[in-house]
C-alpha cells in the first residue's frame, strides 16, 4: 500500500482522467468496427501521446486496449460479426441470445465478465507482477506446443454431437495458417506466386468473411432480410436484465476465466484470442449442462468475455519487469515508455517507483471507467437490433470492406474475404462449424514453431514434451479433455439408442 500511494500525485490530474476516457470511448468504437482492429489504433494514437505527460499519453493507450478488447464483442452479440477475433468466441452464444430477444442480457453479460476479470488481472499485476514473469519465462517451446496442443483439443467440445466435421473444420484452419513465409527458414510455402500470400491468410479477412459475408447470404438465402423490426428496445425490459439464476451460472465461470486469462496474458505470444476459445471450451467442457452452449448460454458469453479481457493487464508483467512485450499492442507500448524515457525493466521499478505505483493505479481507474462508459454506451448499441437488415448488412459490409483496405491498403485482401464468406456460407449449409477452423487457425502457428523449435533443442529427442513438468501437465490435460468428451459422446449415443427403443411403435 505504501507502494501505491506514492503513484497517487501521477494519476490525480484531470489530463489523465479525460485520455482514459477518450481512449476507452475511441477502443471500444474501434473494437467494434468489423475490420479495424485495437493494434491498429494504438499505433495511430501513439504520436499524440509524445506530446502529453508520459502517465496521461499511456493512459490514452491503455483506455484504446481495455475498451478495444471489450468493443468486439458488441457486433459479435448483436448481428453475428464479431470485431475482433476474440470475439468470435462471444458471438457462438452471444448472437443466438439476440435471436431469441434477450440482446440486452448478452451485452451486460459481455460487459461485466470483462470488467471483473480485468479488475482480476489488475490485481494479479499489482500484486504478482515478478513472480508470474518469472513463471512466464518457464514457458519455452515444448510447453507452447503442449498447450496449443491441449486448446486444440477443444475442437472436440464445441463439435460435440458432429465431431467429424468439426475435426475437418479444424483441419481446414490449420492447413489455412501455413500458408506464407516458414516460421523458422524463411522461406516461401503455398503462395503459388502470389506475393500477398507472403505473409500469410488475413485473419481480418477470414472473420468477417465467415461471419459478416456468410452471415448476409444466409440471409437473402432465406428472405430474412424482409423483417422489419421496431420499436424501441429498452435494457431495463425483463427480458434484457441478468437474474440470480444467470449470475449463479456465470460468477464460477468468470472467475476461473479471469485466473486462466491472466495467466495466458503474462506468457508472451498468446494473446486474448487464444484464451477466449480456451475458457469457453473449458467451461463447455466442465459444464453439468454442455447441451445449453451455442444455444445461448450466458455462461458461454461470461466465459468468453472474462478470457478475453483478463488478458489487459496481464500483458504488462513482462513488459514491466522484463522488457519484454507480451503482444503486438504492449510492443507498440513500448515505443511510447522510450520515448518518455522510460526503459521497462527491473530498474524501472528502483528508478521510477512513483510512475510505475502511478501507472498500477491509472490501470485500476481504467476498468471504474470502462464500466460507466461501457454501461452508457450500450444504451445506444443496443438500438442496432431494431435496425432492419436491409440497412444493417450492406452498412456491416462497407465497414467491413474500409476495414480491411485500411488495414491492410490490399484490395487482395478484400477478394480474400469475399472468398472466405462463400466458404463460410457453404460450411453453414452442409453443418460444419465455424468455431473450430478460427481454432485451428489461431493456434497452427503456435504449434508449428513449438514442436519444430523443441524439437531443436532436444536434438531429435520428443521426450522433452513429457520431461518438463508443465509441457507434461499440459498434455495431461489435452488426453484428460479426449477422454471425458469421448465419453459423454460415448454416452449420449447410448441415451439417443434407449430413447429410440422405448418409442412405441407406430
Not at 408 to 432: A, C, H, K
Not at 457 to 475: E, N
Request: glycine share 12%.
Amino acid at each position: 500500500m505504501d507502494f501505491l500511494l506514492q503513484g497517487i500525485p501521477e494519476v490525480a490530474s484531470i489530463q489523465v482522467f479525460l485520455m482514459l476516457s477518450l481512449g476507452l470511448v475511441v477502443g471500444i468504437v474501434i473494437g467494434s468496427i468489423p475490420g479495424l482492429n485495437v493494434p491498429l489504433a494504438v499505433a495511430i494514437a501513439l504520436p499524440i501521446t509524445f506530446n502529453v505527460e508520459p502517465i496521461a499519453g499511456l493512459a490514452m493507450l491503455v483506455g484504446i486496449y481495455k475498451g478495444g478488447t471489450y468493443g468486439g464483442s458488441l457486433t459479435a452479440v448483436l448481428i453475428n460479426v464479431p470485431g475482433t477475433p476474440a470475439a468470435a468466441a462471444t458471438a457462438i452464444d452471444g448472437n443466438e441470445l439476440t435471436r431469441q430477444g434477450k440482446a440486452g442480457k448478452a451485452l451486460k453479460m459481455s460487459l461485466y465478465a470483462s470488467v471483473i476479470a480485468e479488475f482480476v488481472s489488475d490485481i494479479a499485476l499489482i500484486a504478482f507482477a515478478v513472480p508470474m514473469a518469472v513463471f512466464a519465462l518457464r514457458i519455452g517451446p515444448p510447453e507452447s506446443f503442449s498447450l496449443g496442443i491441449f486448446a486444440l483439443t477443444l475442437v472436440g467440445v464445441l463439435s460435440q454431437g458432429n465431431m467429424v466435421k468439426g475435426l475437418i473444420a479444424a483441419a481446414m484452419g490449420l492447413f489455412l495458417s501455413t500458408f506464407g513465409v516458414d516460421p523458422l527458414s524463411g522461406e516461401f510455402r503455398l503462395t503459388f506466386g502470389f506475393r500477398q500470400l507472403s505473409g500469410g491468410w488475413s485473419f481480418i479477412a477470414l472473420v468477417i468473411g465467415v461471419f459478416a459475408i456468410a452471415e448476409a447470404l444466409s440471409i437473402l438465402e432465406t428472405s430474412l432480410a424482409r423483417r422489419e423490426r421496431k420499436g424501441a428496445l429498452k435494457l431495463s425490459d425483463p427480458d434484457h436484465c441478468l437474474d440470480r439464476d444467470d449470475w449463479r451460472r456465470s460468477l464460477p465461470v468468470i472467475g476461473r476465466s479471469s485466473l486462466i486469462g491472466v495467466f495466458i496474458g503474462a506468457v508472451p505470444g498468446l494473446g486474448s484470442a487464444v484464451s477466449a476459445y480456451l475458457n469457453y471450451g473449458l467451461s463447455r467442457s466442465l459444464s453439468r449442462e454442455p447441451e445449453r452452449f451455442g444455444k445461448g448460454a450466458i455462461e458461454g458469453v461470461a466465459a468468453a468475455e472474462a478470457g478475453n479481457n483478463a488478458v489487459t493487464s496481464s500483458t504488462f508483467v513482462p513488459l514491466l519487469t522484463l522488457g519484454i512485450p507480451g503482444d503486438v499492442i504492449t510492443a507498440i507500448m513500448l515505443g511510447a515508455f522510450i520515448a518518455h524515457g522510460l526503459i521497462p525493466g527491473p530498474a524501472l521499478f528502483e528508478q521510477q517507483g512513483p510512475f510505475v505505483a502511478g501507472f498500477f493505479l491509472m490501470i485500476v481507474a481504467a476498468s471504474a471507467l470502462h464500466l460507466v462508459i461501457g454501461r452508457l454506451g450500450m444504451y445506444a448499441f443496443i438500438q442496432t437490433a431494431r435496425v432492419s437488415n436491409p440497412v444493417l448488412f450492406p452498412a456491416v459490409l462497407v465497414l467491413g470492406v474500409t476495414g480491411i483496405f485500411v488495414s491492410t491498403s490490399s484490395y487482395f485482401d478484400v477478394y480474400v474475404m469475399v472468398g472466405f464468406g462463400v466458404m463460410g456460407y457453404l460450411m453453414n449449409r452442409l453443418g460444419f462449424p465455424i468455431a473450430p477452423l478460427l481454432i485451428g487457425f489461431i493456434l497452427g502457428p503456435l504449434i508449428e514453431v513449438g514442436l519444430r523449435q523443441a524439437a531443436i533443442m532436444g536434438r531429435g529427442d520428443l521426450t522433452i514434451f513429457l520431461t518438463r513438468p508443465i509441457s507434461a501437465m499440459f498434455l495431461a490435460c489435452a488426453v484428460l479433455t479426449i477422454v471425458v468428451v469421448g465419453w459423454r459422446e460415448y454416452a449420449d449415443r447410448r441415451k439417443r439408442m434407449e430413447r429410440q427403443k422405448e418409442e412405441p411403435l407406430t
